[in-house]
Nanobody, 124 residues
Framework: QVQLVESGGGLVQAGGSLRLSCAAS????????MGWFRQAPGKEREFVTG????????NYSDSVKGRFTISRDNAKNTATLQMNSLIPEDTAVYYC?????????????????WGQGTQVTVSS
């Protein structure tokens, strides 16, 4: 079965950095666009960033543009989210997402598979 396993979350001070990884199995990774979403307490899950199947196209929400970078390694079946200049508003559970399409997932409804999530907490 398909599994997306996130790792790398944790507690960091404002201004710090974290690197999240998503290890995929049970699917032909290179045929899926990948994305990261996040959900803060009491809020809806929101799009953070996405990447095309070969990695040539990326997009970001306005709230993270210039601070976060998404990448992927199709040889290792992994997607990575580098988060810099973190702020308390980035505190959330971060989810890896896969979509069987050439179009990057930008809404929860377009996602085919989800990871279990990893907590990111940014202290002020």
């Amino acid at each position: 079965q398909v599994q997306l396993v996130e790792s790398g979350g944790g507690l960091v001070q404002a201004g710090g950095s974290l690197r999240l990884s998503c290890a995929a199995s049970g699917l032909t990774f290179s045929m899926y666009t990948m994305g990261w979403f996040r959900q803060a307490p009491g809020k809806e899950r929101e799009f953070v960033t996405g990447i095309s199947r070969k990695g040539g196209v990326t997009n970001y929400s306005d709230s993270v543009k210039g601070r976060f970078t998404i990448s992927r390694d199709n040889a290792k079946n992994t997607a990575t989210l580098q988060m810099n200049s973190l702020i308390p508003e980035d505190t959330a559970v971060y989810y890896c997402a896969a979509r069987s399409s050439v179009i990057v997932p930008t809404s929860s409804g377009s996602v085919n598979f989800w990871g279990q999530g990893t907590q990111v907490t940014v202290s002020s």
